[in-house]
C-alpha cells in the first residue's frame, strides 16, 4: 500500500469577510483574512502537504469589495493564494466581463466545468485543473448552482448545465476523459448547497471516482462530514470565522481515501498570529473606504437586525416601509437577501447603508388580483422555500399573511386590515431582479405582471431612493409586527 497524507484547508461564502472583529464577551479577536492567512501560513509551514481551495462566492458582501468592485478582494485573494478556486453566484454579480476581468487578474485557477457559451457549445471558464502533489495527481473541477443562471437572466449567450442530473453528467464527462491517467484523488467544488449536494452525491457513479465534495451557497454549519455514496460532503459555514480542515490519507494503488479526520476551525488570535503584510495591504483598502464613507447619514432609536432571511425583522421591516411608501403600492416584495447585514444602527454611516444594500436595482409597480396575489404569498412562505437556500421577502406595514406549516396553506391574508378578495385589483412594487426571476421566485410569470393596466417604473435607483429616505427620517425604529406569521 502506498499511501500519503494529505491537508486540504477549505473556505467557502467569504464575501468579502476580510475584518476581524471583537468576540462579544471575550475580548478575543475572530475572523477576518489576516489572521485566516496567519493560520493557513502556519498549517503550510508545518505540514507536507496543504492545499487550499475556496468553493465560491469570495466577492460581495463588504464595502471594500463594492467600492473596487471585486478587484480588491481578487489582489487580496492574490496574497492568500489559494490552490484552487469554483465560482458562485455572486461572483456574477458586477457582470459577466467584469467576471472574466477578474478572472483574468487572479493567480489562481478558477474552475467551472458547467458553464457554457451557447452558440459554440464551449465551457466559459477552465473545467478542471490537476494539481500534482508529493506525487499523486489530484483533480479538481467546479459546478454552479442555478443561481447563477438568475444573474445572468437577460444574456442569451450563456447557458449553463444547471439540473443535478445535468451536473452529475458534467462530472462525468470530466472524469470519464481523465480516468486514464492515475488520478489519485477527485474533488468536487460546488456551490449548489448543501441539500443540492447530498442529492449530487447520490447521482454519480462510483466508476467516475468522486472522494469528496467541498460545497458552498447554503452557509451550513458541519459537525462532521456527511457521507453519502462513498462520498464526503463538507461546507464551512459563511466569512471567515472559521475555516474547515481534511486531514486524508489517500493510497495510491486503489485511488482512494483511506483514512480521514475533519474538523471545522475556529479562527481567533489564540489559533494563530495575525498575518501583518495581508493586515496592511487590506488596509491600504480600508482607508480610502473609510475616507469617503464615514459620514452619518442618519440614527436610528436603536439598533435594528436581520439574523434571517426567511423570516420578518425589524431592519427589514424598515427597508420595505421605505420603498412601500415611495411606490405607494399595496405590497412591497423587498428580496430578504439584499439586506447583506445582520445588524445596523443606532448610527449609520454611509458605510454602514452600503454594506446593508450594496446591490442597485430599479423598482417597478405591478398591478396584480387578489387571487393571484395569494398565489404569490403560498409559493414565498411555503416551508421548502425556508431551507436557506429559497428566495425569502421582507413585507411592508399594513399587510398580514398567515401561513399554516401543518396544512401546508395560506390560511389569511390581509391589507389594512381587510382580507384580500380573488377579484379586487392591488398594487405591487418588486426589484428588477425579482421581475426578472418571477417565475422561480415569485410563481407568477412576466406576462401575468404586465398584463393588468402596464407597469410603472418607481425609480432606476433603489439604493438612492433608500438613502434620501434615512437621511430624511431621523430616529426611526421598527418592530416585529406579525406581518408575516408561521402556525404549526
Known sequence: MNTKKFTILHSNDMHGDFLAEVNEGKGELIGGLSLLSGYINKV?????????????????????????????????????????????NHEFDYGLPHLLFLEKMANFPIVNANLYINKYNKRMMQPYIIINKAGFDIL??????????DSIAQDKLISSFVTLEEASQEVGRITNAYKNDDIDLTILLTHIGF???????????PEWGVDMIIGGHSHTMLEQPEKVNNI?????????NQIGRFDIVVDDDTNSIVDYNWQLIPIDNRLAKPDKKMEEFID?????????????ICK?????????????????????DAFCETSQCDVMFLGSGSIRVTEMGAPVTLKDFISCFPYDDSL???????????????????TENR????????????????????????????????????????????????????????????????????PKVVTTSAQQVLEEFLRNNQNICRDIEGRLVYKT
Open 44 to 88: 503550510r509551514e508545518v505540514e507536507e502537504n496543504v492545499i487550499y481551495v475556496i468553493s465560491g462566492d469570495m466577492v460581495q458582501g463588504s464595502i471594500i469589495d463594492l467600492e473596487y468592485k471585486g478587484i480588491s478582494t481578487i489582489e487580496i485573494m492574490n496574497y492568500l493564494a489559494p490552490d484552487v478556486v469554483s465560482l458562485g
Open 140 to 149: 479538481f473541477t467546479g459546478i454552479i448552482t442555478e443561481k447563477v443562471m
Open 195 to 205: 441539500d443540492s449536494d447530498v442529492e449530487l452525491a447520490k447521482m454519480l457513479k
Open 232 to 240: 464526503l460532503i463538507a461546507q464551512a459555514g459563511v466569512g471567515t
Open 284 to 296: 491600504s483598502f480600508k482607508e480610502e473606504v473609510d475616507r469617503k464613507y464615514n459620514t452619518i
Open 300 to 320: 436610528f432609536s436603536k439598533k435594528l437586525t436581520h439574523p434571517k432571511r426567511e423570516i420578518e425583522t425589524t431592519l427589514g421591516n424598515l427597508l420595505a
Open 364 to 382: 417597478t409597480k405591478y398591478s396584480v388580483t387578489g387571487k393571484q396575489l395569494k398565489k404569490i404569498f403560498s409559493h414565498i412562505m411555503r
Open 387 to 454: 431551507d436557506g437556500e429559497g428566495e425569502c421577502y421582507q413585507i411592508n406595514a399594513g399587510v398580514q399573511a398567515i401561513y399554516n406549516d401543518s396544512t401546508k396553506c395560506l390560511e389569511t391574508l390581509n391589507i389594512k386590515g381587510n382580507l384580500v378578495e380573488d377579484t379586487t385589483t392591488y398594487t405591487i412594487c418588486m426589484q428588477g431582479y425579482h421581475f426578472n426571476n418571477s417565475p422561480t421566485y415569485l410563481n407568477i410569470s412576466n406576462e401575468e405582471l404586465l398584463e393588468k393596466d402596464g
